[in-house]
């Protein structure tokens, strides 16, 4: 069985500040944190979220340039 996540919204509270990360299927991860934003990497934010989805898997679809999350 396949399960498609199209969009993902979490609010995270860190030591020093809030933040927010968010999935979407067509412009995949995004944290409004400085590492994230300045830095332009995958942040600790990004990857407690992945984290957090437990045994999902993330599989590139080339044809459609998506990501789909598969169970």
């Known amino acids: 069985m396949k399960v498609s996540l199209s ?3 979490f ?3 860190g030591v ?3 933040y927010l990360v968010a999935y979407d299927d067509e412009d995949g991860w995004f944290c409004n944190c400085p590492d994230r934003q300045y830095r332009k990497r995958e942040c600790k ?3 407690a979220c992945k984290k957090s989805l ?3 898997q ?3 679809v080339v044809p459609e340039t998506q ?3 598969v169970v």
């Open 45 to 47: 934010h990004i990857k």
């Open 67 to 69: 990501t789909q999350l």
């Open 7 to 9: 969009y993902a919204q």
């Open 58 to 60: 993330v599989d590139e």
């Open 11 to 13: 609010n995270i509270q």
């Open 54 to 56: 437990g045994h999902v």
């Open 16 to 18: 020093t500040d809030n």
